[in-house]
Structure formats: C-alpha cells, structure tokens
C-alpha cells in the first residue's frame, strides 16, 4: 500500500484535530495507492477506541472502484491493532487497517483474519 505525503498529511492533521480522542475515517485507495483521505466522526468520542460514523454515500466508492482501508489513530501506544481492534474487527475483517500513531507520527497498515493481525506493506 502506498499512501502519498498529501493523504498521510490529512491523516496526521485529523488525528491531531481529534486528540485525545482517536480520531478514525475512510482512505480510498486505487491499484493500492491512497487517493483520498474522508474524514470521519469516532461516533464513540473515546481515547481508547472507535466507532466509524461516515456519510453512508463514501460506500458507494466501492462501486467506483475504490477498495476501502479503516484508518484510525493511537495517542501514544503502538500503531498496530489492539486487541479491541482485533475484536471488534466486523466488517474490516481481511481488508485494508491503517493506524497512526500521533505522539511519534509512525504509521502501519494491517490486514485481521481469524483473530490475527498480519503487517501489510507501507510507503
């Protein structure tokens, strides 16, 4: 996956924005490149965790082409998944899993399968 400085920029601005909450959204991605970042509401307003809430419209870019990755930050813990991430996966479950970091800016992409998660290749 390879995410281009201007959507890691819109990245790191909204998890900013959000702090201390985890800030979470849509990267919409193309052959594997990130085109766009949709920035979300964490409908949870929690630190700890999140809960996507996005205009139900942003779905329809699948129809377009578009896979779609979950995107959520960390204040200061690693940027892989948690075990609530792991657990409360849903619908995410073997698509793309992007978190970041805010304290260090560190960014990592996962994929969740059966309960594990699987480090996916970032630039």
Do not use: Q
């Amino acid at each position: 996956m390879v995410i281009p400085a201007e959507v890691r920029s819109a990245l790191v601005e909204h998890a900013k924005a959000e702090s201390p909450n985890e800030a979470c959204g849509l990267i919409a991605l193309r052959d594997g490149v990130a085109d766009r970042y949709i920035p979300a509401r964490n409908a949870a307003a929690s630190p700890y965790h999140f809960e996507l809430d996005v205009d139900p419209e942003t779905w329809f870019l699948e129809d377009d082409g578009y896979e779609l990755a979950v995107f959520h930050s960390h204040l200061s813990s690693p940027p892989r998944p948690s075990r609530t991430d792991i657990e409360n996966i849903g619908l995410w479950e073997d698509r793309p899993y992007v978190i970041l970091t805010v304290s260090s800016g560190e960014l990592a992409a996962w994929r969740i399968h059966a309960g594990k998660a699987a480090a996916e290749p970032l630039s």
